[in-house]
């Protein structure tokens, strides 16, 4: 895998993927993106989602939404790298199982999510999981 960062001005950067997606990344607080560190937190939070819903679909669920809500403690000091990270996964679906719904978040958690489990050897982790009908 490979990508590309580019200073735009100031502390603003495009990056580019290598399927072509760009980003703008933003160290200014409010800036014209996510910081670093925020697009850091979205991709574990992207990642497990994927996770969890291919899972869910793939045990045949009728799952119709996946939320992920993160929180995130950092460092006080630089640099000021995460030290934990809760996901809290707010599933949507019709007769969802709850056991189905447990064992996707575990199995993301702790197996197949790339982006946690590199996280979860510098910092705590930590998940919940809640469902709602559709």
């Known amino acids: 895998m490979k990508a590309k960062v580019t200073w735009l001005e100031g ?3 495009e990056g580019l993927s290598e399927s072509g997606h760009k ?3 933003d160290g200014t607080n409010p800036g014209k993106g996510p910081s670093p560190m925020e697009a850091v937190l979205l991709g574990a939070g992207g990642c497990s989602a994927i996770d969890v819903v291919s899972i869910l679909e793939k045990s045949r669920q009728q799952i119709t ?3 992920v809500e993160l929180d ?3 460092a006080e000091q630089p640099p000021r790298v995460f030290t934990a990270i809760k996901l ?3 599933v949507t679906g019709q007769d969802l199982s709850e056991k189905q719904v447990a064992r996707a ?3 993301s958690m702790e197996k197949y999510c790339s982006v946690m489990k590199m ?3 510098a910092l705590s982790a930590s998940s919940s999981y809640e469902i709602r009908q559709a």
Do not use: I, S, T
């Open 72 to 74: 995130a403690e950092r």
């Open 11 to 13: 502390m603003c950067f």
């Open 65 to 67: 939404g996946c939320e």
């Open 105 to 107: 978040v575990q199995l």
């Open 23 to 25: 980003l703008v990344l």
């Open 119 to 121: 996280l979860d050897k």
């Open 88 to 90: 809290h996964f707010v």
